[in-house]
DNA sequence: GGGAGTGTATGGTTTTCATCGAACAGTCGG
DNA sequence: CCGACTGTTCGATGAAAACCATACACTCCC
């Protein structure tokens, strides 16, 4: 038998090589956004599904968020059962971006 | 006799150790400001005075851009005689936040 | 001191974006 | 197959930001 993919649409995601610069530093332009990097930043890759991020916003705006950034190259996501499990594009972002994470997730909080 | 400083209101800045990256990346998300920030990296220091830009808004407009500029500590502005002339603080701010003035002026035009 | 040139401030319009509530679609366990 | 759970989509709302036209302030030169 073929196997059982998910019958879900899988989400668009965008390459870091194709995101211009503008969109990249828009997405990171928002806190709540910021925010889901950095967690993510700190948690092994696949283990984090959206839900699981302690942001103020509702489950509307958290996958409106999750959209920006993929379409930033940010974040890939894969469908895990029920859940959208996440993972931060370390390497291919900071390829395409040296140093802009780093400056996101280094932020000093006197500042 | 004391000397005749100027009666204008000097503007406010902003140096780049006291802004907080979401701001530094707000100020870049904008494309007329990235033009801005282009057209003086490619100019001599003060040579360029803020009506000289080649940017398809008024000026209205462009003097909310330029403060917007300041407050991020991308642009120092001195009055000179009639004129505000500019200059883009490309060490100081290099060096609150490394490699980022870099990707905004090598944006590869494929992009 | 009048007038041209340059930039800022103000008030109002338009656009953009973040957000929510509610409805919907897919997955899994009983 | 039903119900709990997860996430997306849709429509509407509110806030923020970009923008313009106008009026104003300052500088310089004649």
Redesign the interface.
Known sequence: MAERASHRAAPEHAHPDD????TA??A??D?VR?TLVRELADSAEWTRSCGSFDVPVGKAALSHHFAVLRGAGLVEQRDEGPKRVNRLRREEFETR????LD??LR?DPT?
């Open positions: 995101v211009p610069v503008q530093l828009a990171l332009a806190p910021v971006f040296p140093g802009l400056l996101v932020e500042h």
